[in-house]
Every structure is written in structure tokens, then in C-alpha cells.
């Protein structure tokens, strides 16, 4: 097949690239990515701290499987670890929660035992699986995750902790806490109290146990675009406007205006733009602006924000075989996932770090995740600020005030202006129609128009894989997939010449 139809695609994130890919493939003769920066790869990014590779944005792969696409690619350029590709690492299945080796300490500066912790830890756990199944059922309780992991650990607390000692039953509410927290950050969330419940199930987990590129995310962006030709991407080319229906013009419906005035006329346009630039740039990204149903998906799905702070030490203060570091604070017995003044105590929202392994490859990393308001606040701060903090905080909380990181590196999504968050997350209210309606193409189905003028991919368009890097490479593949049928039933319906 040989198209002429001319495609645009706005963003060169992973969708971006995957519908790229895809049309160019199907014969595609005229398909050009607009990016707003100067790279290729948007929420995928790796950087260095000293002479490590870390990453910046997307971290894993979530359920790295047969049925995982981005498993399937990586494997394919050679770019995992032998142990990602057993059989037996494919099978796991451990429901988005990686059963990794953890260590607690506390606010006073106590490393804690793991038996206190654990029948928080695996209620908590047992909650959350709970939670999951709302989506299927219908008639949920509460209207976010939040209320119903208070309602019901309370209870629970109660009824099973009642002959423990009110010290250790307090820690374990502040484990609960520190569990929410967690949660915030895999949601992408402020607070699990603006997570739907009954949506939270649309989120479907692979087999697979997590694992990540030891030469960094971007391995995979640069094997993609090396099979595209070059000229494909015009990068610092912001769009600015999207004129769809547009009757001036007699030969295309549809014009790409850019930030610097270039008017560019195509057939279809596949807009990536990630949700958190859409809440924001929607009424002017669009004219005629978006259809209110649409809209109202756009404002009812949540996009927060997740950051990283890397921090170096010359030597390791936590276990051998540690793999995550929970720290609990002995104050936090409300399950509470929010801190009440931001700007002085912001860093009580960062639930503790996930070690850098193997140690022979990265020495002594470990990676802080922080989420919510506390964590744009923090964004404002300056590295030297927020190097401070974090290293009152571990001196605190190992007790030993001599502990001082080597290099300290935080990421900054909420303040990048083109994507204005880190990723979605399905807010109260929302249902598997919020999701369908973002993926809709404009004009929607049964209009006279021009069909297809404008498509959706990007990680928010997923209806259950939002949030990911193979939920986002699945929508550019199906955005293509929709413009190679529309040519393909047009082809076969035309009589032979
Ligand atoms: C994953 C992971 N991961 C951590 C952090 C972040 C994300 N994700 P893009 O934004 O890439 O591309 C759009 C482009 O558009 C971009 O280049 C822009 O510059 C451009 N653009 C914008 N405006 C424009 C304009 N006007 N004109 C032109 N161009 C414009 N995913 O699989 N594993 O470990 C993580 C993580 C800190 C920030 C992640 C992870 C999310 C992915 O990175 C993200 O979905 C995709 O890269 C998005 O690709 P895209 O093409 O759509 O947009 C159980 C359960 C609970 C439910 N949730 C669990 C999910 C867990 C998610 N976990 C994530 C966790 C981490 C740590």
C-alpha cells in the first residue's frame, strides 16, 4: 500500500515515535513528528549522576512478558539482562507490588524490625487488592481509595491489634501512612483521597517481575528512531494551535499552527501531548475547542506528579540485600497521606528510596521518590536546598549525624512545560468511558465531516494501561492501526480503474 494522505504527529514521546513507526511501515508516503523540544523520547529519559546512568522519567517495565510490547522491543535490540528474560522472571506475577527486600527506619532514628511492620504491610497489601476489584463489580463504598483503606484499616486495626501494645499498634498505623504515600507515588497521585475507587480497577498489571534497561530507558527510543528516516522529526517546533474543520481552506480541513507562526496543512494529525499540557493548553490548542465530553474526561482524569531525587553515598547505611527503604514517621498515626504545611515540611511526603542494584555497577545509589504538592513545592527549591534537606533527613533517620550524600539529583516534572506532571491516574468519578472518550477521534462518529481530521494517543488514551510506557507505545500503534483501515477500506472499496 502507498498513501499520500499527509499524517502530522504532535510529539515525539514513545506514542509519538510508535505511530511513526507504524505508518511509515504501512506505506505511508508523507508523516512528520512536530516536537516541542530538542529530543526525542518526552516522559522516557535517562541521565548521569558522576559516571552513573539513571533515569529520570519511566523507570521499569511493568510486567515484562510476552504480552508486554516494550518487553518484546527491548528484547529484541538486545538491551535486557539475562535474568529479565527467563522464563521463570516472565511468569512472576506480583500484581504491580514487586516483592522487594525492605528496611524500615523511623523519625527517632531507629532501625525498625520487620516483624513490628509486617501485618501492616500485608494488610495494607490485602487492601489494596480489594480496591482492585471495585472496578468489576460496581457500587463501591467509597468514592476514592483514600476513605476506604482508612475506613477499613481502622476496623481492622481495631479488631486484630486489640491485645498489642498501643506503641506498636501506633507504628503500624504510621506504616499505613507510609504505604499510602507509596501508593501516591505509583498513581502519580497528590493523595489516594483523589483516586476513584471504583476506577482504580480499569488498571491492568502483566505477568512479569519489573525490571529495568542497564544502559538506560533511552535505549529504546534511539533503536526506534534509528529505523525512521531522519528528517522525520522537526524538533523545538511547539504546536500551538490545531485548526480541525476548518472551511477556509478548500484543499485540507486541517492546519498545524506552530508557536513560530508555521502554518503546516495535512490530511491527519495524531496528537500526543500528555494529559497534565492538555488540562492546561486544551482551550487553546484547539479551535473549535474540544467537544464538552471530551472535555470533561480531560478535567475528570487525574495527572499528578511523581519525582526522583538520586542520592550518592560513599558507603551503604542500609542492608546487603536491601532493596527498597521505608521511612516511617512516629508522628503519622492519622493515615494521613499529606502533610499539613508544605513549605516546612514537604519532605515528610517522601516515602523512602528503592537501592540501585547491583552495587558493582551503580556503588551506593539510591533513588527518593517523592509525590504531590510537596514534591512541586520541592521543585521550586534549589539544589543546594534540597541536598540540605535530604541530609537532615538521613541523618535523622539512621541517627547518625555524620552521614553526608556525594551528589544529590532531583527530576522536575511538574515545571516542564511540556508535560506539566508526571502521568494519569483515573480521579473520582471517573469510569472506562472517561478513557474512551479520550481516545475518540474529532469529528466524532456520525458527523458529516472530513473523518479522522484528529487522533489521540499517549499514555491517558490506554484504557488500561495508562500510566506506562507499553500502555502509551499500544496507543500510537492504534491510532496508526485506525488511519491504515480508514485507507484500506477506501482502497478496496474503490472500483478498478
Ligand atoms: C513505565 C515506569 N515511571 C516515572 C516518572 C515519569 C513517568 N512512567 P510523552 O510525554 O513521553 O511524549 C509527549 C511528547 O509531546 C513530549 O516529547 C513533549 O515534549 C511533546 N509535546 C508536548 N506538548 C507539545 C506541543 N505543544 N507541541 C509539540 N510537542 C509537544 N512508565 O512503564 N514504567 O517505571 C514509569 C515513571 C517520573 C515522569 C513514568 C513510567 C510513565 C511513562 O514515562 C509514560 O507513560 C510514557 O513515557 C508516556 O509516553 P507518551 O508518548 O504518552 O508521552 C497497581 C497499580 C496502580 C496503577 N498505576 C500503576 C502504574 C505505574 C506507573 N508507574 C510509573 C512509575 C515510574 C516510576
Redesign the pocket.
Known amino acids: 500500500m502507498s498513501v499520500n494522505a499527509k499524517v502530522v504527529i504532535?510529539?515525539?514521546?514513545?506514542?509519538?515515535i510508535a505511530a511513526a513507526q507504524r505508518l511509515v511501515n504501512a506505506g505511508f508516503q508523507h508523516v512528520q513528528i512536530?516536537?516541542?523540544?530538542a529530543r526525542s523520547?518526552?516522559?522516557?529519559k535517562t541521565g548521569t549522576l558522576g559516571d552513573n546512568i539513571i533515569e529520570i522519567?519511566?523507570?521499569?517495565?511493568?510486567g515484562p512478558s510476552e504480552e508486554n510490547p516494550v518487553f518484546c522491543l527491548a528484547r529484541q535490540y538486545g538491551l535486557l539482562e539475562p535474568d529479565a528474560l527467563t522464563p521463570e522472571n516472565q511468569a512472576m506475577d506480583v500484581?504491580?507490588h514487586p516483592p522487594w527486600v525492605p528496611n524500615f527506619f523511623s523519625s527517632s532514628g531507629r532501625k525498625l524490625n520487620a516483624e513490628d511492620i509486617y501485618p501492616a504491610q500485608e494488610m495494607f497489601l490485602e487492601l489494596m487488592s480489594e480496591v482492585s476489584k471495585f472496578e468489576s463489580q460496581g457500587g463501591e463504598p467509597w468514592a476514592c481509595v483514600g476513605d476506604f483503606i482508612r475506613s477499613e484499616a481502622e476496623q481492622q486495626a481495631a479488631e486484630k491489634w486489640k491485645d498489642i501494645d498501643a506503641a506498636t499498634r501506633c507504628l503500624r498505623l504510621c506504616v499505613i501512612s507510609n504505604m499510602l504515600k507509596v501508593e501516591c507515588c505509583?498513581?502519580?497521585a497528590h493523595s489516594m483521597d483523589e483516586v476513584g475507587l471504583g476506577a482504580y480497577g480499569l488498571?491492568k498489571?502483566l505477568p512479569g517481575l519489573d525490571c529495568t534497561f542497564p544502559g538506560g530507558y533511552e535505549g529504546l527510543i534511539k533503536n526506534l528512531m534509528s529505523e525512521l528516516p531522519s528528517d522525520l522529526v522537526t524538533y523545538n517546533?511547539?504546536?500551538r494551535c490545531v485548526h480541525w474543520n476548518n472551511t477556509e481552506k478548500e484543499e485540507n480541513s486541517l492546519m498545524i499552527e506552530c508557536d513560530d507562526e508555521k502554518k503546516i496543512a495535512a490530511d491527519h494529525v495524531i496528537v500526543?501531548?500528555?494529559l497534565g499540557?492538555l488540562k492546561k493548553h486544551h482551550s487553546t490548542l484547539f479551535s473549535p475547542p474540544l467537544p464538552l465530553h471530551k472535555l470533561h474526561s480531560v478535567e475528570r482524569l487525574g495527572f499528578g506528579t511523581?519525582?526522583?531525587i538520586y542520592v550518592e553515598f560513599d558507603s551503604p547505611w542500609w542492608d546487603a540485600d536491601c532493596e527498597v527503604i521505608y521511612l516511617v514517621w512516629e508522628d503519622e498515626d492519622g493515615m494521613l497521606d499529606q502533610v499539613p504545611d508544605v513549605q516546612r515540611s514537604w519532605i515528610k511526603k517522601l516515602f523512602g528510596f528503592t537501592v540501585l542494584k547491583p552495587s558493582e555497577r551503580y556503588g551506593h545509589v539510591l533513588c527518593g521518590w517523592i509525590a504531590g504538592h510537596e514534591s512541586e513545592y520541592m521543585e521550586t527549591l534549589s539544589e543546594q536546598e534540597v541536598t540540605h534537606t535530604m541530609t537532615q533527613l538521613i541523618c535523622r533517620f539512621t541517627g547518625n549525624p555524620t552521614v553526608t550524600p556525594r551528589r544529590v539529583l532531583r527530576?522536575q516534572?511538574f515545571h516542564d512545560p511540556?508535560?506539566c506532571g508526571?502521568?494519569s491516574?483515573p480521579g473520582k468519578g471517573c469510569s472506562a468511558q472517561d478513557l474512551e472518550n479520550m481516545m475518540e477521534p474529532l469529528p466524532t462518529k456520525g458527523s458529516l465531516l472530513q473523518p479522522l481530521q484528529v487522533l489521540f494517543a499517549?499514555?491517558a488514551t490506554h484504557p488500561c494501561y495508562y500510566?506506562?510506557?507499553?500502555?502509551?507505545l499500544l496507543t500510537g500503534w492504534r491510532e496508526a492501526d485506525r488511519l491504515i483501515s480508514h485507507y484500506s477500506a477506501i482502497s478496496t472499496s474503490e472500483p478498478p480503474k
Not at 10 to 16: H, K, Q, R
Not at 467 to 472: I, L, P, R
Open positions: 504532535v510529539g515525539c514521546g514513545i506514542s509519538g512536530l516536537e516541542a523540544t523520547g518526552g516522559r522516557v522519567g519511566a523507570n521499569w517495565i511493568h500484581e504491580g505509583v498513581n502519580g488498571y498489571t517546533r511547539p504546536v500526543t501531548v500528555p499540557y511523581n519525582n526522583k527530576s516534572w511540556w508535560t508526571s502521568y491516574y499517549g499514555e500510566s506506562t510506557v507499553h500502555g502509551a
